[in-house]
Nanobody
Framework: VQLQASGGGLVQAGGSLRLSCAASGSIFSMNVMAWYRQRPGMPREWVASMVSGGARSYADSVKGRFTISRDNAQNTVYLQMNNLQPEDTAVYYC???????????????WGQGTLVTVSS
């Protein structure tokens, strides 16, 4: 299984971006999907997550501005980011816990990271 993250770029403050994370390979079910970010000089931090039943959670710093969603048919997870601010500048990573077959345990996979830069 591989995760391919995309959608990062340079945007002005107040702008929007949508990140995508496409999972490929043998996938039976995606159970927990999440986005993390690592800001310059800081440890990686959790941004948002979504479980297979649809419940979503967000870090306080992005609540009301970011939305996590998924496309089951495409095995893709999205992060819609609105009203971006300079403090959102970071490398964003997707993380998916999934089962490759009906009888396998959950495994954890990470995307390669996509850089988001927000100018003031």
């Amino acid at each position: 299984v591989q995760l391919q993250a995309s959608g990062g770029g340079l945007v002005q403050a107040g702008g929007s971006l949508r990140l995508s994370c496409a999972a490929s390979g043998s996938i039976f079910s995606m159970n927990v999907m999440a986005w993390y970010r690592q800001r310059p000089g800081m440890p990686r931090e959790w941004v948002a997550s979504m479980v297979s039943g649809g419940a979503r959670s967000y870090a306080d710093s992005v609540k009301g501005r970011f939305t996590i969603s998924r496309d089951n048919a495409q095995n893709t997870v999205y992060l819609q980011m609105n009203n971006l601010q300079p403090e959102d500048t970071a490398v964003y990573y997707c993380n998916i816990q999934l089962r490759r077959t009906s009888g396998s345990r959950r495994n954890d996979y990470w995307g390669q990271g996509t850089l988001v830069t927000v100018s003031s």
